[in-house]
């Protein structure tokens, strides 16, 4: 039973990551119905961002003050957002606003492409080999202040959701009760009655690139500190599992999005234990198929008007 429950922390952990990667999948598609492949090796380049941040210009080691540590990190993670907040919204404009009219396939087509720039850029700049750091964080167990010690709970793991939970709700916040969400589920609605009404379009759908950027540069910081590793093509698997997240909750839905990611996250810890982590990609897709085929509008339903 211990085992079992520390691999659901695991998976929770994991979960809280792809969660903020598929929000970038679902608010894109809920927008403009793209599925943005580019967007896991933009989360890839917020994850290689920070290990040069904290490797070569910050240099931080588990023997810097805990205080210039955490302010270091602070800084890392709000630079890093900007940055690939900035680089998505730089991709919206230049490979998709020219093709919104066109048939569904162009942009598809260059969201691949996009993939594939994304990728060899990091693979041109950090080389294929993974990229490591130093575990920043103390190894002592949360759990044992309270005498539990068959159960690990690690300052990683607390990292995650002290970074992840508070992001999720702000944006649940920022979509559910500004002007600018509003406007958002009004282009997701019908984009051209929207427009007739006042709402910027364009900018909206760029505001919306800009948080998913936002979104995934946090989530590459946070996966490089908890799992102290990444390489060029981390994008493919983060990339597939908050994609199935997105689909699994109900494309377009920020809160299936998240369940659908929590869910994912202990599919993948329990196969990763339990059966194989060579499995593990195989199921994922299975989960993907078989949500595709037998409920396609996910678990909490797609949030997507008809169109014509």
């Known amino acids: 039973m211990d085992q079992v429950i520390q691999t659901f922390i695991i998976g929770l952990s994991n979960g809280l990551i792809f969660a903020l ?23 890839m380049t917020g994850s290689m961002m920070a290990f040069f941040l904290i490797s070569v ?44 009219n066109a048939p569904k396939l162009a942009p598809l087509i260059s969201a691949i492409g996009m993939s594939f720039v994304l990728q060899n850029i990091a693979n041109l700049l950090a080389g294929p080999a993974n990229k490591s750091i130093d575990n920043l964080f103390p190894t002592t167990n949360l759990l044992s202040a309270f005498g539990i010690t068959a159960i690990a709970v690690n300052f990683q793991q607390a990292f995650v959701a002290v970074v992840t939970i508070p992001l999720l709700i702000a944006l649940t916040w ?6 600018q969400g509003r406007a958002m589920r009004a282009t997701a ?59 699994l909750g109900g494309i377009g839905n920020l809160r299936g999005a998240v ?13 990763d234990r339990y059966i194989s982590a060579n499995w593990t990609n195989a199921i994922v897709f299975a989960v993907l198929i078989g949500v595709l085929v037998f409920k396609p509008t996910g678990l909490l339903g797609q949030q997507l008007a008809d169109r014509a």
């Open 57 to 100: 210009t910050f240099k931080l080691t588990p023997a810097t003050e805990p205080v210039t540590m955490i302010a270091v990190i602070l800084l890392v993670i709000a630079a890093v957002m900007v940055a690939t907040a900035a680089i998505n919204v730089a991709i919206e404009r230049v490979a998709y606003r020219p093709l919104r």
């Open 259 to 271: 369940v659908g990611a929590l869910v994912l996250g202990q599919i993948n810890a329990f196969s």
């Open 174 to 179: 920022f979509v559910d009760k500004t002007r």
């Open 189 to 247: 609605q019908d984009p051209d009655t929207a427009g007739l009404m006042g709402v910027d379009v364009n900018r909206t759908i760029a505001l919306t690139f800009l948080i998913g950027g936002a979104l995934a540069g946090a989530a590459g910081v946070v996966q490089i500190l908890y799992n102290n590793v990444t390489v060029y093509n981390l994008g493919f698997r983060f990339g597939l599992n908050a994609f199935t997240s997105a689909v």
């Open 21 to 43: 990667v598929a929000l970038g999948y679902t608010l894109v598609y809920g927008i403009i119905e793209l599925i943005n492949f580019a967007h896991g090796d933009l989360f």
